[in-house]
């Protein structure tokens, strides 16, 4: 079974950090670009980082550009999030995504994990 | 960055009726690449369509998509009880960044 599993939230004071994990299974990892998707309570969904199956190539929202870093560790399976210098706003379910193709750094994005929740309060 | 404005923002139907959900562009998605998602309360999205037209996986045949340029839509031929729920559209063709719809409630009437 296909399956992504997030973990690492919770809640911060702003200008704190976090580092959020997203281990996978179920598929052969390293072929597929993988990205992070947020939703903050009760709004839409915001695209927030992409990357490459060889993470040679990372892209950011400008929201968070600066201040999130997306890694990965194909021998481990998983993708990370560090998020630095939280704010209010980036209070959100982040959601571990992956792209639907192989080669493709955007496209739609076929498995979702549960997600995983951070808050930004002081 | 491209701008996806979904309407209407809530569309109210009964079951077995024809629902059509609108996704447009702020300028022309490259190669049609949007993707349709549902989402239920508490749970992750789903992909229902992709490509503007496909079906993902183990999507019902009642679901289809359509559209090119800047127009989009996402129509459900007759309505099941479990279909209402929160529709987003997504962009991929002119990223970074992908940009998603404000969305579309579909409730019951």
């Known amino acids: 079974e296909v399956q992504l599993v997030e973990s690492g939230g919770g809640w911060v004071q702003p200008g704190g950090s976090l580092r959020l994990s997203c281990a996978a299974s179920?598929?052969?990892?390293?072929?597929?670009?993988m990205s992070w998707v947020r939703q903050a309570p009760g709004k839409g969904l915001e695209w927030v980082s992409v990357?490459?199956?060889?993470?040679?190539?990372?892209y950011y929202a400008d929201s968070v550009k600066g201040r999130f870093t997306i890694s990965r560790d194909n021998s481990k399976n998983t993708m990370y999030l560090q998020v630095n210098t939280l704010r209010a706003e980036d209070t959100a379910i982040y959601y571990c995504?992956?792209?639907?193709?192989?080669?493709?750094?955007?496209?739609?994005?076929?498995?979702w994990g549960q997600g995983t929740m951070v808050t930004v309060s002081s | 960055e491209i701008v996806l404005t979904q309407s209407p923002a809530t569309l109210a139907l009964s079951p077995g009726e024809r629902a059509t959900l609108s996704c447009g562009a702020s300028?022309?998605?490259?190669?049609?690449?949007i993707a349709w998602y549902q989402q239920k309360p508490g749970l992750a999205p789903r992909l229902l369509i992709y490509d503007a037209s496909s079906r993902a996986t183990d999507i019902p045949d009642r679901f289809s998509g359509g559209g090119s340029g800047t127009d989009f839509t996402l129509t459900i031929s007759r309505l099941e009880p479990e279909d209402f729920a929160v529709y987003y559209c997504q962009q991929y063709g002119n990223s970074p960044p992908s940009t998603f719809g404000q969305g579309t409630k579909l409730e019951i009437k």
């Open positions: 179920g598929f052969t990892f390293g072929n597929y670009a």
């Open positions: 300028q022309t998605v490259s190669s049609g690449y």
């Open positions: 990357i490459s199956g060889n993470s040679l190539s990372t």
């Open positions: 995504v992956k792209v639907q193709r192989v080669s493709y750094y955007f496209d739609a994005f076929d498995i």
